[in-house]
């Protein structure tokens, strides 16, 4: 079992920043791959952003690219997404979660754990 809390969500204006985090406990983290995935009221679950286990490979979606970073911390168990110039439609639960192997990692069906979520508001 990996658990997986994430932070850092909150009320920012547009044009803003926020850095998420992701703590991860249990087996061990750096054998996953990690994702931010995120859902706004009345829509479905949407990829974000994902990274090998190593960090050596990065993913976003075309939505975020050039805003948004994921970066991994393996001596600390973390994963984080910076996210800059923020938008209101950017607005969503940010949900973190963690994947086995090396393919896949845009699939929300190849992620095993997720989080509980935070949530991140931007207002215009």
């Known amino acids: 079992q990996v658990q997986l809390v994430e932070s850092g969500g909150g009320l920012v204006q547009a044009g803003g920043s926020l850095r998420l985090s992701c703590a991860a406990s249990g087996r061990t983290f750096s054998n996953y791959f990690m994702g931010w995935w995120r859902q706004a009221p009345g829509k479905e679950r949407e990829f974000v952003a994902a990274?090998?286990?190593?960090?050596?490979?990065?993913y976003y979606a075309d939505s975020v690219k050039g805003r948004f970073t994921i970066s991994r911390d393996n001596a600390k168990n973390t994963v984080y997404l910076q996210m800059n110039s923020l938008k209101p439609e950017d607005t969503a639960v940010y949900y973190c979660a963690a994947g086995r192997g090396t393919v896949g990692l845009t699939i929300g069906a190849r992620y095993d754990y997720w989080g509980q979520g935070t949530q991140v508001t931007v207002s215009s």
């Open positions: 990274i090998t286990w190593s960090g050596g490979s990065t």
